[in-house]
């Protein structure tokens, strides 16, 4: 959420359009352009005319993939096609949780380690409130 609040106040507007191609800020963005006091029509152009590139190149990417299938199949046939795209989505995965883990160390908050004692469940029921 600070992330977002800070991309706003440097860039603005611009930050809202951005920020429909990024699959955290999609969802956060308006909050913090209300939080900055962005004037609403230029936070409902800026999402809009975002969101209408986001969608129109989401489709035109999956019709390019699926017209270049064909090809692919001809070439490595049906087997190879499909393992091929699993490859790519894996790859896609593995790459976006890479990111998120370096964002998340970079920024000082690190991954904690669940502990390796287990409670039982109603240990802390039994426990009662302080």
Not at 8 to 28: D, Q
Not at 74 to 103: K, P
């Amino acid at each position: 959420m600070e992330r977002a609040r800070d991309l706003l106040r440097g860039r603005g507007p611009a930050a809202v359009f951005v920020g429909r191609f990024v699959a955290l800020l999609r969802s956060l963005m308006p909050a913090p352009a209300g939080a900055s006091n962005l004037a609403y029509r230029r936070f409902l152009l800026q999402d809009a005319l975002g969101g209408l590139l986001w969608g129109v190149g989401d489709v035109a990417v999956g019709h390019a993939a699926g017209a270049a299938f064909p090809r692919v199949k001809g070439v490595v046939g049906n087997t190879g096609a499909l393992a091929s795209a699993a490859l790519v989505v894996v790859a896609l995965v593995v790459w976006c949780i890479r990111r998120h883990r370096r964002s998340r160390t970079r920024h000082g908050h690190r991954m904690r380690r669940r502990s390796p004692e287990r409670r039982p469940p109603g240990d802390r029921l039994s426990r009662g409130y302080p």
